[in-house]
């Protein structure tokens, strides 16, 4: 659960939650709250989605994701993909964490939760949600993080190097994830997160 008490936090056109740099949302999972701090906005085109930090941690960069609220019931695009980013890879990343199913090219589920919105909830007794848009909204939070391939063949940083190495972390992934039965259906430069390290790796997410 995410308790949302920041003002840079705010709802557009009472649709979505928007996050600013300095926003810090506490998620309670379990028994245990933690805080995560928003460093960087960003989007892949089509949805934002965040680099953020624990507030008990904050050398460790994390990605941060807002799923789509429960309320937001049209077919939109925008829903589908936020839906197939955060509900989808929740899910998978869930299933792999409880078969302890583990690999340095795939991403790893940090944590998971729901928004706590501002004000009363009074979502009713037998479950379900509140009428406030932002009651049942999912939040995901995985590492590592990286930048995609999109982004570095945008600025050009995509080197043939770049390009061998990621078709053989990317093939690793594949492999390790059909080892448990899973499938990933949407290999594309956006879904690969390329992350810096001395010898630089591939991660393929959702």
């Avoid at 300095?22 to 949805?47: A, F, K, P, T």
């Avoid at 939760?113 to 501002?118: F, T």
Wanted: charged share 25%.
């Amino acid at each position: 659960i995410v308790e949302v008490q920041d003002e840079s936090i705010r709802l557009g056109s009472e649709r979505s939650m928007k996050l600013e740099v300095g926003s810090v949302l506490w998620l309670e999972e379990s028994d245990s709250r933690q805080g995560y701090e928003i460093n960087e906005v960003l989007s892949d085109g089509e949805i934002l989605y965040y680099i953020a930090s624990s507030i008990k941690d904050s050398g460790t960069a994390l990605f941060l994701y807002i799923g789509s609220p429960p309320t937001q019931l049209e077919p939109a695009w925008e829903d589908m993909k936020l839906w197939f980013q955060v509900q989808r890879q929740t899910k998978i990343l869930g299933v792999m964490k409880q078969k302890g199913l583990s690999s340095k090219y795939l991403p790893q589920l940090s944590v998971s939760g729901r928004v706590i919105h501002p004000g009363q909830c009074r979502r009713p007794s037998s479950g379900g949600n509140c009428d406030h848009p932002w009651c049942g909204t999912p939040i995901l939070v995985t590492s590592p993080v990286g930048r995609t391939v999109a982004d570095m063949v945008r600025v050009g940083e995509f080197r043939a190097e770049e390009a061998i190495r990621c078709c053989h972390d990317c093939l690793s992934a594949l492999h390790t994830a059909a080892s448990a039965g899973m499938r990933h259906g949407d290999i594309r430069p956006e879904n690969v997160i390329c992350v810096t390290s001395e010898i630089g790796r591939a991660s393929c997410r959702e």
